[in-house]
């Protein structure tokens, strides 16, 4: 590959990258389906025609945005050796990044109105969900293939019911949540010997 093709790419990676930051701002301010693309090129300090030589149309920006949430997602999650630290996060409702959450939320209610959305959740849904089975089967080789799989769905659950739940003031002590996530967690993932 040459210097400059090399060149090149650096900076059609990089415009992409002020461009998704800036839909990111613009989304998060206007909503995925209000959000009109002058208003994205205006936040990006682009013309509508400079976006177009990056992205196909709104919707690509957006799972461009999608991709890169789940790639972030599947790294933490697999950087983490148990689900000791989920009970944490769901007991007292943390995030790793609150503007990813409120972009998820956006994604989740335009998937609602169309179905190119809906088919890229669908999608990164099933990444993360594949990402999760694998590492709870390494984690727990002697667990069946079903019993992974509801597991993993029961976690997927709790999480996204949390990501909801945030919006609201929470009705229970985090310490007696973290208690029975703890309990839930062991229910789910220890053996029956144990």
Sequence with gaps: ???????????????????????????????????????????????????????TNKDAIIEEIVKRIVDSRVHEMLATSSNVHLCELLAWRQMQNSDDEALMMEVAAEATRNPRIAKMMADADERMFRH???????????????RIHASVEI???LVDGTSYRRLTPQKA??????????????????????
């Design 173 to 194: 002590s985090p310490e007696r949540l973290y208690t029975l996530y703890q309990h839930i967690n062991d229910l789910l993932f220890k053996t029956e010997e144990s």
């Design 1 to 55: 590959m040459s210097i400059q093709r090399t060149a090149r790419d650096a900076r059609h990676r990089l415009r992409q990258d002020e461009i998704i930051v800036a839909a990111r701002r613009c989304f998060r301010q206007h909503g995925f389906h209000a959000a009109s693309m002058a208003q994205l090129a205006s936040e990006a300090q682009l013309s509508v025609g400079q976006i177009y030589r990056y992205f």
């Design 155 to 157: 976690i997927a659950v």
């Design 132 to 146: 999760a089975c694998e590492k709870a089967s390494r984690m727990h080789p002697g667990f069946s293939a079903e």
